[in-house]
């Protein structure tokens, strides 16, 4: 079975849903609170995981009712944990704050006992990771971390995936260990300098990752779809009334590393990553709202 090793925080979502976004010094009214199962690197395993491939997850948790939670979410999911518990520190947690109109949403995150994810977490891992088929990680874990995890997937020629969220600067060097990089709009101007509002800046985007060392850049484009270097726009899939977005990005990241995975092509991953993508944001909740694999090849 193909592998996917994905390195990445849990964080229980604290979802509120209101019309507007409170001003500093404001109380406004919700229309709703949901709390569960989050974090990039978690939402994007649980994906992965419920497409049917193999999935590893490294990461720390607290040893609390959010780290339980964890446990029993890659559990349902096929979700194998390779984990550090921290019972110094606490599982994270995430603000979400969703406009109830338009289904869009700004996010808080605090990451507990991920934050102390090290390389030395990696380095007992190093087995794990240098057997998988993709190793796939993102930026809500110190960068220390990052780096080691994909300097050992690079070495043992595993396909290495930078989902560059939430955004940063990296050290000069960085994204040379990238076979791929997913970011979205936002993440591709803090990275290259490049502001992403039509095709051609995309483009020119691309070309600076390329410049920077990232062998295939991917720019994730929001309900457009997602911009592949050298082939253009990968339209996305639009199966329903969009009821929210903030699973969508991980949805497409662990759609594509999945497919990735089982030696499809590029442009293939990338499109069965935004049917991925589809479906969940037709859905509330982060991994909540992934999608089975029947459901995916059904919209393919």
Same mark, same amino acid.
């Given at each position: 079975m193909s592998h996917v090793v994905i390195l990445g925080v849990f964080v229980a979502d604290t979802a509120y849903r209101a019309d507007r976004m409170p001003v500093m010094g404001e109380t406004v009214l919700g229309n709703s609170f949901s709390l569960g199962p989050g974090g990039k690197g978690s939402n994007q395993a649980v994906a992965a995981g419920r497409l049917g491939v193999k999935v590893s997850m490294i990461?720390?948790?607290? /040893?609390?009712?959010?780290?339980?939670?964890?446990i029993?979410?890659?559990?349902?999911?096929?979700?194998?944990?390779?984990?550090?518990?921290?019972?110094?520190?606490?599982?994270?947690?995430?603000?979400?704050?969703?406009?109830?109109?338009?289904?869009?949403?700004?996010i808080i995150i605090s990451p507990g006992a991920a934050a102390n994810i090290s390389p030395i977490d990696?380095? /007992?891992? /190093?087995?794990?990771?240098?057997?998988?088929?993709?190793f796939i990680t993102q930026l809500e874990q110190p960068l220390a971390a990052a780096k080691k995890g994909l300097e050992i997937a690079k070495s043992a020629k595993v396909k290495t995936i930078l989902n560059p969220?939430?955004?940063? /600067?990296?050290?000069?060097?960085?994204?040379?260990?990238?076979?791929?990089?997913?970011? #979205?709009?936002?993440?591709?101007?803090?990275?290259?300098g490049v502001k992403v509002s039509t095709l051609d800046d995309a483009k020119i985007a691309c070309e600076k990752f390329k410049e920077m060392g990232v062998e295939t850049p991917i720019i994730t484009l929001g309900e457009k779809g997602a911009y592949l270097h050298e082939h253009g726009l990968i339209q996305s899939y639009k199966v329903g009334q969009v009821l929210e977005t903030t699973g969508a990005g991980d949805a497409f #990241?662990?759609?594509f590393a999945a497919a990735l995975s089982?030696?499809?092509?590029?442009?293939?991953?990338?499109?069965f990553g935004c049917a991925t993508a589809g479906i969940s944001v037709t859905r509330a909740g982060t991994a909540p709202s992934?999608?089975?694999?029947?459901?995916?090849?059904?919209?393919?």
């Open positions: 990461s720390r948790l607290g /040893k609390d009712d959010f780290g339980q939670m964890a029993d979410t890659w559990k349902s999911s096929g979700v194998t944990p390779y984990i550090e518990e921290d019972v110094s520190s606490y599982t994270g947690a995430a603000f979400i704050f969703i406009e109830e109109n338009s289904g869009d949403n700004a990696l380095e /007992k891992r /190093k087995d794990l990771i240098a057997n998988a088929d993709v969220a939430p955004a940063t /600067k990296l050290p000069d060097g960085f994204l040379t260990l990238c076979d791929f990089i997913t970011p #979205n709009e936002t993440e591709t101007e803090t990275l290259t #990241n662990g759609g089982e030696g499809r092509s590029t442009l293939e991953s990338i499109n992934m999608p089975t694999r029947d459901e995916v090849e059904k919209i393919l």
